[in-house]
Structures are given as structure tokens and as C-alpha cells.
């Protein structure tokens, strides 16, 4: 069964340091894609990062680096250097297989509140 | 500023209403996608449309009925909802619906309230 998993409902960062959102996934098609969206009060959804299942290396953009560790089939989302405007719901998302497209599978969220 | 929007940003509706959720995008993208985001649960795709044609349906109640006359342009039309209906209407789009990455771009979403 294609799921995301999304184990942490919430959680506290401080302001200036790193924190890391658990991701995990099952699919049982070997091409797959993992993303990362954040979804401020606004209820927008923004794409942060993509990590495909043949990448060699761990996807990062900017302040963003996804921590793939395929064995343990996890996806997590690591934030540097946090900032207040990163307080947000964050989702991970996950193409079960290429056939999927862009119709992508979800995880519940984790809420993210960073603290001055 | 988005290049998906949405409207209404808000509606609240009674059971026997009929209404209609606007998404329009300004990518120049050939796919569109209703999501529905209820409290504590994961997004749920309810459809998809492909060039304007409906690719997918996922099991969504007749009360849902969506519309796209081209490919900016998204419908969703609502009537006899009910107040398990109530959630957030997540309106996206994509360059395509094969695309690679699968980046999504999404509106900021219709609250929508049945009572």
C-alpha cells in the first residue's frame, strides 16, 4: 500500500537552530519521488524539495536538505538555521511510482513552531 | 503573490445550498487537481483533469461536481453538501500530469463551512 507517514504532530524549534521532521513511506514500485511542502497560516501550499529514488545524493535547497535513507525507507526534512517564518504546517508527500504522475500521496503534517 | 488563486477564501453553506469554488491558474499548466484537506487528515485527491479532460476520480460523492471549460480554469460545484463536507479546498496545477518532478503548485484554498 502506497502511505506516508508522519509520526511528530507537532514540534518546537528555537530560533537559529536546526531541526529535523520525520518522514516515512511505503511503495512498493523502485521509481518513486519524495517531496516536501509547507503550508503557512495562509493555506497556501509551497514546494520546498524533491528527492527522486535514484538519486545518489541527499536533495538540498538552501536552509533545506532532505535526509533520504532509502533502506529504512525515510525522507526526512531537515531545516537549518530556522527562522520565525518558518513556523508552518510541513507535509510530505510521496509519487508511489512514475505511472502516478503529479497525483501525489500525502502525510498528515507536522506543525512547526519556532521560538524567538 | 500565487499563481493559482482561489474564491471564494471563504463560504459557508446550509445542506441544501448549491454553491461553486473558482480556481484559476496563470502558469500556463496543462493539469489541475481539487484536494481536500479536513483536520488531522492527510490531503485527499478528489480529481484530476488533464487538458481539460477529467483523468481522475477518486471515489469523490455526486454532491462533488467539477467542471473545467479550459485549462486556466477549474470548477468545483457544490449541493446537498454535508457538514463532514467542511474543510479546506486546495485548488493546484502542473506543468502536466506525468510531470517529473511533481512539483504542484497550489492556490491558498477555500474554507468552506456546511452547516
Known amino acids: 500500500a502506497q502511505k506516508i507517514t508522519q509520526t511528530q504532530p507537532g514540534m518546537f524549534v528555537q530560533e537559529k537552530e536546526a531541526v529535523t521532521l520525520d518522514c516515512t513511506y511505503d511503495?512498493?514500485?523502485?521509481?518513486?519521488?519524495l517531496f516536501w511542502y509547507k503550508q503557512p497560516s495562509s493555506g497556501e501550499m509551497i514546494f520546498l524539495i524533491y528527492?527522486?529514488?535514484?538519486?545518489?545524493q541527499n536533495a538540498t535547497e538552501g536552509r533545506y536538505s532532505l535526509n533520504f535513507q532509502k533502506a529504512r525507507k525515510s525522507a526526512n526534512l531537515v531545516i537549518s538555521a530556522s527562522q520565525l517564518g518558518d513556523s508552518a504546517m510541513y507535509f510530505c508527500?510521496?509519487?508511489?511510482?512514475?505511472?502516478?504522475?503529479?497525483?501525489?500521496?500525502f502525510g498528515a503534517g507536522t506543525i512547526l513552531r519556532v521560538k524567538s | 503573490e500565487t499563481g493559482v488563486t482561489q474564491t471564494p477564501r471563504h463560504l459557508v453553506m446550509g445542506m441544501t445550498n448549491k454553491k461553486s469554488l473558482k480556481c484559476e491558474q496563470h502558469?500556463?499548466?496543462?493539469?489541475m487537481y481539487w484536494y481536500k484537506q479536513s483536520a488531522k487528515k492527510p490531503l485527499e485527491l478528489m480529481f484530476v483533469y488533464s487538458l481539460e479532460e477529467r483523468v481522475e476520480n477518486n471515489s469523490v460523492p455526486s454532491r462533488f461536481s467539477p467542471e473545467c471549460p479550459n485549462s486556466s480554469h477549474l470548477f468545483l460545484h457544490l449541493h446537498t453538501l454535508q457538514p463532514e463536507d467542511s474543510a479546506l479546498y486546495l485548488c493546484a496545477s502542473s506543468q502536466d500530469e506525468r510531470g517529473i518532478t511533481g512539483e504542484l503548485f497550489f492556490g491558498e484554498g477555500s474554507r468552506l463551512t456546511v452547516l
Open positions: 508527500a510521496m509519487r508511489p511510482s512514475m505511472e502516478y504522475g503529479n497525483k501525489l500521496v
Open positions: 502558469l500556463g499548466h496543462n493539469a
Open positions: 511503495t512498493s514500485d523502485p521509481s518513486y519521488g
Open positions: 528527492q527522486g529514488s535514484y538519486d545518489q
